[in-house]
């Protein structure tokens, strides 16, 4: 037995460098593949590690694993600043009463901040001494030598310097500890905004259940409790709390979760629900299918949370800086210090107001932010919308997209056939009928499915052994009489015969023809919209299909894509997208096994929710029900989503690169830094929250462009 996979919920990070801090951890204790998400406070590992172990060497970090069930966002944070404003309200105060009063004490000025340091100001130096500990400094260590610098030199003035008066900036050190934990408090609030979509996932199953014992008794049990088989009673106002089968009753259901429209969806016994649908009205006894944890709701959320671990390279070039910024800031307070005393000629108390200043007013923790809060709304606007995303680099890869490249059965085709003709030769018809039916049988193709379903009205399988699908070619088989009949496309049956055929399928008996198909397959409604919309805004489109010519050109001709490509095999669609992929950014969609390699090679492989399982896992888009309209949907999101961040990182560059000039030139108050730096954070985050709100509006026309990814 291998490794076994860890997911754990980690209180305490609070940046990118916390995170860094904790996969770095992870990683020396030996676990592999860590991913680390700060603002959902998630960790996911692979490797054969005790989580005593795992627990112990965190919290020797500052971090603590809490179960899965406890408020994360739960903190003492709160507390910590309520305490921390009393005491430094009358600090502030001092400034502006006259010299005569109390507060202008050294000595009750002194006392008045040390509770602020005990329980503030503690809470960033623990946070500090750990980053440090792990070689990878956070935000923290910034503020705490800021306010300790403060401290100390206050101190100093108390005991030691004859004129104390200049040398008391008690306030100084308070008000840093006092409005960065305000400023704290509501990014923590605002970044809680950015992980509602998780939330709201959660809150689409009922946690207890009515199920079903003894035939006729109910009983509330919690979900978790569910086993395949067992049954559950539905009724109108509930939400489907599994994946199951309706055993008996009827339902009109709100399907939303999957197809993202909320119209009501009917059905009845022996029909599938989905966990998470809503029912509108009637009663039903659903029989489970699935166990907690892999119904449908559940992947959703397991790629919704998945997804944000797969950092776009905009983000990587983020979290460097980020790694880096902490020590050039030290180096650049201290070298402000020393240029402003020795060279400036300023005092020493301006000198150090300067280097505080600029270790204040510093913020990494936006540029920090910038990608990952974006992200989460991003990918939780998109699951709403009935589109999983498999990693948070697929925004940006969407974003930069210019070819879409489509299968055409099941994909801009409904893959509902209609057989318009069939001929057969030497054998009757009945056995011709049973043959073909018996072979699609093995296959998961549309086309297979339309055939056994219409010829299923008429006649019975037989038996057959030796069954195999040969990927992109067809279906062969082998009956009681030893005939082997292989049921093949138009192209592939030239391969066996000389004879010429304008069939779509062909079925042989070893090399004789012994029927020909011919079928029909329609274009999907919303298929010309989409491709007029692609075409509209700079898409270059292209058919990829192993079908024959004629069909090809036929529905090229109806929906007017620019370009196709027909009669391909997996290895032909293969070759073909890995040159498309040196000129431009290729999005692939397909459905079926034979456009799963094309899929994984494609910049961006987009499949649907009913496709084949190794479609649906070499895809990194997963178009939950089977509308083409949802594209639009991925591809404007991933453009609004990878504009925010880049406005994110825009703003945090932006910001320093001003604030940390005036802060060195003595224009800006260490108390007036504190401020600067917290609304810094929150404009980021608050940019990232309003991407929820934007509609789906389309992105600006351009010219497809060819250009490496």
């Not at 100093?156 to 408090?185: C, D, K, P, R």
């Not at 390279?313 to 307070?333: H, W």
Request: aromatic share 8%.
């Amino acid at each position: 037995m291998g490794p076994s996979k860890h997911k754990l919920t980690i209180k305490g990070m609070t940046c990118t460098n916390c995170a860094a801090s904790v996969k770095k951890t992870l990683e020396k204790l030996g676990a592999k593949k860590v991913t680390v998400t700060f603002t959902t406070g998630e960790a996911s590992f692979i490797g054969s590690l005790e989580i005593s172990s795992v627990k112990k060497a965190l919290n020797k970090r500052g971090f603590k694993v809490v179960s899965a069930t406890e408020n994360l966002q739960k903190s003492f944070l709160s507390i910590r600043f309520y305490i921390s404003l009393i005491f430094t309200l009358p600090l502030l105060a001092h400034m502006v009463l006259p010299d005569d009063s109390i507060l202008h004490n050294k000595f009750l000025q002194l006392g008045l901040c040390i509770p602020v340091i005990i329980v503030g100001g503690t809470h960033f130096l623990k946070s500090a001494f750990y980053s440090l500990k792990t070689g990878l400094p956070n935000m923290d260590v910034l503020i705490s030598t800021g306010f300790t610098s403060a401290f100390l030199y206050s101190v100093y003035g108390v005991f030691i310097a004859n004129n104390s008066i200049n040398f008391l900036f008690f306030e100084t050190a308070a008000s840093i500890i006092t409005l960065v934990l305000l400023g704290n408090i509501m990014e923590e609030k605002a970044i809680k905004k950015t992980t509602t979509a998780l939330g709201e996932l959660e809150s689409l199953r009922p946690r207890i259940v009515r199920k079903i014992i003894n035939g006729d008794q109910i009983e509330r049990v919690d979900v978790t409790q569910l086993k395949v088989d067992e049954f559950v009673r539905v009724n109108t106002g509930d939400q489907i709390p599994i994946d199951g089968i309706i055993a008996s009753g009827e339902l009109e259901l709100d399907e939303s979760i999957i197809t993202g429209e909320s119209k009501p969806i009917y059905k009845n016994t022996l029909t599938h629900v989905v966990s998470g649908s809503t029912v509108i009205s009637g009663s039903a006894v659903v029989r489970v299918t699935e166990p907690y944890g892999k119904a449908t709701i559940d992947r959703i959320i397991d790629m919704v949370k998945n997804a944000q671990h797969l950092k776009p390279k905009i983000q990587r070039v983020g979290d460097q800086i980020s790694n880096v910024f902490v020590p050039v800031i030290i180096i650049l307070s201290l070298v402000t210090f020393f240029f402003s005393k020795f060279y400036l000629e300023v005092s020493v108390q301006s000198a150090i107001l300067r280097s505080v200043a600029i270790l204040v007013v510093s913020c990494p923790c936006a540029m920090g932010l910038a990608a990952p809060t974006a992200i989460m709304v991003g990918i939780g606007k998109l699951a709403k919308e009935g589109v999983l995303i498999k990693g948070g680099s697929t925004l940006e890869k969407l974003a930069k997209s210019n070819l879409v490249v489509f299968d055409k059965t099941g994909t801009l085709t409904t893959g509902e056939f209609v057989l318009k003709k069939l001929n057969y030769y030497k054998e009757s018809e009945e056995k011709i009928k049973q043959v073909i039916l018996s072979l699609e049988q093995q296959s998961n193709h549309p086309i297979a499915e339309s055939l056994v379903k219409a010829l299923s009205k008429d006649v019975g399988p037989i038996y057959l052994q030796d069954l195999i699908e040969i990927k992109g070619k067809g279906v062969k088989g082998t009956d009681s009489e030893d005939n082997t009949y292989q049921l093949v496309s138009n192209n592939h049956a030239k391969t066996i015969t000389t004879r010429e055929l304008t069939s779509d399928l062909v079925l042989f008996n070893g090399t004789s023809v012994v029927a020909e198909l011919w079928i029909k397959d329609r274009a999907k409604i919303d298929a010309e919209e989409t491709i007029s919309w692609l075409k509209a805004h700079g898409y270059r489109t292209m058919l990829l299909s192993g079908d024959n010519r004629k069909n090809c050109e036929e529905i090229v001709r109806e929906l007017y894509l620019d370009d196709y490509y027909y009669e391909k095999s997996p290895e032909e669609k293969l070759r073909i997208i890995e040159k498309l992929n040196k000129d431009y950014n290729v999005i692939m969609i397909g459905d079926g096994i034979n456009d799963a390699p094309s899929l994984a090679l494609a910049h961006v492989g987009i499949s649907f929710g009913s496709a084949t399982d190794i479609a649906r896992s070499s895809s990194e888009v997963i178009l939950v029900d089977k509308n083409l309209s949802a594209l639009k949907t991925a591809l404007t999101i991933g453009k609004q989503t990878y504009r925010t961040i880049i406005q994110n990182f825009l703003w945090a560059l932006s910001y320093n690169l001003v604030a940390i000039p005036i802060a060195a030139a003595g224009l800006l108050k260490p108390i007036i830094a504190s401020l600067s730096m917290a609304f810094s954070d929150l404009i980021v985050i608050g940019n990232s929250i309003s991407l929820r709100y934007k509609k789906g509006n389309q992105p600006p026309k351009r010219v497809a462009r060819k250009r490496k990814y």
